[in-house]
């Protein structure tokens, strides 16, 4: 996918999740790791996570 379109696919999920009520840094978190993986790599993402 391109980046532009993985922006805007976790922005949308970003939304659902708060729709959701799920605690904010959590979809934070979740939409950010996603972004990572697809973006860079699965193992970028796991890093960040620690």
């Excluded at 949308?12 to 999740?17: D, E, K, Q």
């Excluded at 729709?19 to 973006?39: H, Q, T």
């Amino acid at each position: 996918m391109l980046p532009h379109q993985v922006g805007i696919l976790g922005i949308a999920m970003m939304l659902l999740l708060l729709v959701f009520r799920i605690p904010v840094a959590i979809a934070m978190l979740i939409v950010g790791f996603l972004g990572i993986g697809i973006l860079n790599s699965w193992s970028a993402a796991m890093s960040v996570l620690g």
